[in-house]
């Protein structure tokens, strides 16, 4: 029987495929929907890392998301900062964000780790959207994407563009990957399923928590980061709690802890909010419809499925 | 491989292969293309419907086409995101290949919007979003019109309030752009006339339900009037409670006109009678071609036609106009947004015409009062400020 991370990473490869077959097919509007899911899926999978695998469900995770978007802002609007110091300078800041909110909310659980998350979102949208020096509600524009121009490419085209986001996704995933097969990502899981039995063991619960809760924060600000430099704007529509909401629907249609599953779902999502709004105003009932469907039926999700026959095949086997 | 497993397989290659056909590449041509990118869903929804009914209502009549196209109109539902808004927006350009785009509603997307469109040289009228900025400082040739500028809608009310011997005010906005925008105009002219504002307060977009602190400090303030800038559900609830609060007998309630929009004035019952309101439309404006349309558009959709649909049938007309002036070409943009600049016609609201130094419309700005008539509450124009036009404002086009 194949191993359970061989299979995912299978599915990642065969997703990386789909990724680049489509943009090869892709024209310009195509490259728009394919940055949107790679994007959609760093975001996701950083936030599969804290609710699928360490069993934090936050519904603030948008917080580090439209503050990485903000501080590549603020770095490259108005201190000058280049695209890419910009970009590692809004990484730095999510986590350091993270690493703050962290240390307080990693030690609780349950309904009130989510209502702390809750919080501290709103709070910081609140702020942002009054704040003049970041544009209020009206938002900021004019953020640069990385000059590349010397090498002959421009980041400007949105082809060249969206390769670069599926490779930071394909980076990330990896990235998460290594981490979760780690002793850290094993003690991670082992949290999630028994929390008092790994503190029994002597392990600081916490500090695990709090590290799992950092770089979750530090990847969906380089997933911020791309969001403003794609869109060359940023508002505080960014940071709502619905954003966290939306990426968790997609971690749950994808499927909890599996990574791929995240990518997967944020496809799905993307695609299909794009295709059925042009059928129906009535769009969210669908995807509402849709979301309750798999919740009901799929088990875990996408991912779900696709492991199913993992354990088929296995079972032939025998 | 057993049967299941086979099913599953086939599923996944499936679906990989609708992600392949979805990201694939469409085209089809002829007629005028419009990209409507506006809300359909979520606060602004029916302001969305209605902009959409006046522009169908506006083809139809100044069209239904022009040189022999018909006109194409493809909506998109922004949803009042700016990432999304632009997403869609993107996709009307690259995918459909729009000749126009109309939209949005709030100010929010159209600032999203504004530097894509103004980098592909598409232009993007705009039949509500307010915002100052959009045809001053961040102005672009691109980027046309219909509707109003925040300022445009306050500045002439100053003067006026002074002159009808109300001269100390009390300023109430919600806390946004929008709101602060309307404001500053208004103290701007409303000081300089010689009056004095005796206070302000700006309650949170989101959430202020309850009105009573802020009603209170009016209250102990004493003003002679009170200028706000509230819409939709917040307009209702100031509305109701600034009559309940008592203070309508001593302090005359004035405002942006959205404090007493058509499409919901009812809702606000009794409360809403002797409002002073300032706005670019009224249904009563006495002139043909309004009665004209409120009739057309009484006939088709079975109610009165709000600030909101005008602006949209204005759009309309506005591109009709134009493109017959390049004999129905739309492969030059430049030679569009110049026809739309020598374009001038007389509107439900009045004449018309873009201001060809900021893209802004200049239009008449109307003051009404409220009064309760035969059938709900009527908002009788008292004054007419004729062309209104805005400075540029930092506008170099």
Redesign the interface.
């Known amino acids: 029987m194949m191993s359970r991370e061989t299979w995912r990473a299978g599915t990642a490869i065969l997703l990386l495929v789909a990724a680049l077959v489509s943009w090869v097919r892709a024209d310009y509007f195509g490259h728009e929907l394919l940055t949107q899911i790679a994007i959609l899926a760093i975001f996701a999978m950083s936030l599969d890392l804290l609710a699928g695998f360490t069993g934090m469900i936050s519904l603030g995770h948008a917080a580090f998301y439209g503050l990485g978007a903000y501080a590549t802002a603020a770095f490259n609007l108005m201190l000058e900062w280049s695209p890419w110091a910009a970009m590692a300078g809004a990484v730095v800041v999510g986590a350091v964000a993270a690493l703050i909110v962290g240390s307080f909310a990693v030690r609780l659980s349950g309904v009130f780790f989510i209502m702390v998350t809750l919080a501290v979102g709103e709070a910081l949208h609140a702020y942002l959207f009054k704040s003049r020096a970041f544009g209020g509600d009206d938002g900021l524009s004019g953020i640069a994407r990385p000059d590349t121009s010397s090498i002959g490419i421009s980041f400007d085209d949105p082809a060249v563009f969206s390769l670069v986001c599926v490779g930071f996704a394909c980076l990330i995933y990896a990235l998460l990957e290594l981490v979760v097969r780690s002793p850290f990502g094993r003690l991670l899981v082992a949290i999630h399923l028994n929390p008092s039995r790994v503190r029994a063991l002597g392990c600081p619960v916490s500090r695990y928590k709090l590290a799992a809760f950092t770089l979750a924060g530090a990847i969906a600000a380089l997933a911020g980061s791309l969001t403003a430099q794609h869109n060359a704007f940023i508002s505080p529509e960014l940071l709502t709690w619905t954003t966290s909401g939306e990426a968790l629907i997609v971690v749950i249609v994808g499927g909890l802890g599996s990574l791929v599953g995240a990518a997967a779902g944020a496809g799905v999502m993307v695609l299909a909010m794009h295709h059925l709004s042009g059928v129906t105003d009535y769009w969210m009932f669908f995807m509402g419809l849709f979301f309750v469907g798999v919740v009901l039926f799929a088990g875990n999700g996408i991912y779900g499925v696709i492991d199913a026959v993992r354990r088929r095949l296995g079972g032939a086997a025998h | 491989?057993?049967q299941?497993?086979r099913v599953?397989?086939n599923?996944?290659a499936l679906l990989?292969a609708?992600?392949?056909l979805?990201?694939?590449?469409s085209r089809a041509e002829e007629p005028v293309k419009i990209g409507v990118v506006l809300p359909?869903?979520g606060v602004y929804a029916s302001l969305g419907g209605e902009i959409t009914q006046g522009l169908e209502l506006g083809f139809e009549t100044y069209g239904p086409e022009v040189a022999g196209r018909a006109f194409e109109l493809i909506t998109?539902?922004s949803e009042v995101?700016?990432?999304i808004g632009?997403?869609k927006v993107?996709?009307l350009v690259?995918?459909d290949k729009v000749d126009l785009l109309v939209g949005p509603v709030a100010?929010?997307v159209a600032?999203?919007l504004?530097?894509?469109v103004h980098q592909q040289k598409v232009p993007l009228i705009i039949p509500n979003a307010g915002?100052n900025?959009l045809t001053g400082e961040r102005c672009s040739r691109w980027v046309i019109r219909t509707s109003f500028s925040n300022a445009q809608i306050t500045r002439g009310m100053g003067p006026w309030l002074v002159e009808k011997g109300y001269d100390s005010v009390y300023l109430i906005a919600a806390?946004?752009?929008a709101g602060h925008q309307m404001m500053d105009a208004f103290r701007e002219t409303y000081t300089a006339s010689g009056g004095s504002i005796i206070g302000e307060s700006f309650p949170a977009?989101r959430g202020t339900k309850d009105f009573g602190p802020f009603l209170a400090q009016i209250k102990a303030a004493e003003p002679k009037a009170v200028f706000a800038f509230f819409a939709g559900g917040q307009a209702i609830q100031f509305v109701k409670q600034f009559d309940e609060f008592g203070l309508k007998d001593t302090i005359k309630l004035t405002g942006a006109g959205w404090l007493t929009s058509p499409l919901y004035v009812d809702a606000q019952g009794p409360a809403a009678a002797g409002i002073l309101g300032i706005l670019n439309y009224v249904p009563g404006i006495d002139n043909q071609e309004n009665q004209a349309f409120q009739e057309a558009y009484q006939a088709k959709y079975g109610r009165v036609a709000s600030e909101f649909a005008v602006q949209g049938y204005d759009t309309a007309r506005l591109i009709v106009e134009a493109l017959s002036q390049t004999g129905g070409d739309t492969s030059d943009k430049d030679a569009v947004v110049a026809a739309m600049h020598d374009v001038s016609f007389d509107g439900p609201r009045g004449p018309l015409t873009i201001d060809p130094a900021t893209n802004n419309i200049v239009q008449d700005i109307h003051i009404f009062e409220t009064s309760p008539g035969d059938d709900g509450m009527a908002l009788n124009v008292i004054d007419t400020l004729s062309a209104m036009q805005d400075p540029p404002n930092g506008c170099t086009l």
């Open positions: 491989m057993t299941f497993a599953t397989w599923a996944v990989a609708l992600a392949v979805a990201i694939s590449p359909y869903s998109e539902d995101k700016p990432n632009l997403s993107k996709k690259f995918q100010s929010n600032n999203a504004r530097d894509f915002n900025l806390d946004y752009a977009l």
